[in-house]
């Protein structure tokens, strides 16, 4: 079974580049919700702590099966530790047996910016030029990047309660074509922008913005809102946006939208990939995507990797399933090697 590490996955984007990187994983998204029927769904399995989640994300599609162990605990950052880490697994739903197993941390990231700039594809105004993110974490670089691959940023503003990390995203965004700007103020940062991404951690409800601090048009990628009692924006301001969702019966738990119920969903998202529902319909429409994170995008992320890896030989192969004459005799694997006083008589 092929096992890739961190230090594998920054190996294959620094030869094939990030923006490249990001292409093949929005093609493999888009192909994937797009035959969403296909695929045996369920909402992850969550155990909620009073310090955080600790999830598993089960997809199960017709030729792959792949799960995520994922955490999210926000007050990590103070001791230390990242607020979300992840493994993932793949497998060939034919036999059942495992084909790789991958750090996802990483993955997580880039998947989850992937997945928002699918859908910003369908709901985002196609000229948009300015973006605005709130929260400038471990997620932020990855959001700004994958929306910059697409559209033709000139313009990012930013805010973040914790000015260290204003200054590390500051850092990590220098040399890049568009123009970053620091803002004093959430209402400073989504003053006119075309896209606004919410990123924030707190565990908590929240309403970071109202309808009025935007400008028509606006598209909205809402991440940060992603368990229950979770939220950055309020059941009004839900009421005047065009909402979609990956998959309601775990958005409807977890997102934005556990405060007004499945009436005003307009979509889930492979509604859009497949042209079953348009998206955007008008340069004025307030569009909405309400982003918990949901097992397709690690599937699509893992196959992609997974194909990457052969393509590049990357990754270990390590004899984490026995390999047997007769299977039938598995426990031939601890009788040739007991010694004849270990035997029993």
Known sequence: MKTLTVADIQKLIQIIGLQNFF??????????????????????????????????????????????????????????KLTVVAIGLLSHAGSGYPLM?????????????????????????????????????????????????????EEVRFFDIDPEAMDKFSRNMSGQAFTII???????????????????????RQSLFEFEDISPGTHIHAMGGDCPGKTELS????????????????????????????????????????????????NDEITFFDSVGFALEDYSILRVVYELAKDYQLGTELPLIPELTDPKNLFGLLNSNLTSSQKPL
């Open 101 to 153: 197993i991958s750090e996802m941390t990483l993955l997580t990231a880039l998947r989850t910016a992937a997945t928002g700039v699918l859908a910003a594809k369908y709901l985002a105004r196609a000229e948009a030029k300015s973006l605005a993110i709130i929260g400038t974490g471990a997620q932020a670089e990855f959001q700004v990047l994958a929306f910059a691959g697409f559209f033709k940023l």
């Open 182 to 204: 620091p803002c004093s103020s959430i209402i400073e940062t989504v003053l006119n922008a075309d896209i606004v991404i919410t990123a924030t951690a707190a565990k908590k």
């Open 23 to 80: 292409k093949h994983v929005i093609t493999a998204l888009e192909e994937d919700f797009s035959h969403w029927n296909e695929f045996i769904l369920s909402p992850r399995h969550a155990t909620l702590y009073p310090q955080g989640v600790i999830e598993l994300m089960p997809i199960a599609g017709q030729q792959l099966y792949a799960f995520k162990y994922v955490n999210g605990h926000p007050g990590n950052p103070l001791q230390d």
């Open 235 to 282: 059941a009004q301001f839900l009421n005047h946006a065009k909402l979609v969702v990956e998959y309601k019966p775990q958005s409807l738990v977890e997102g934005e939208v556990q405060q007004c119920g499945a009436d005003l969903i307009y979509a889930e998202l492979w509604e859009l990939a497949s042209k079953t529902k348009p998206g955007r319909q008008n």
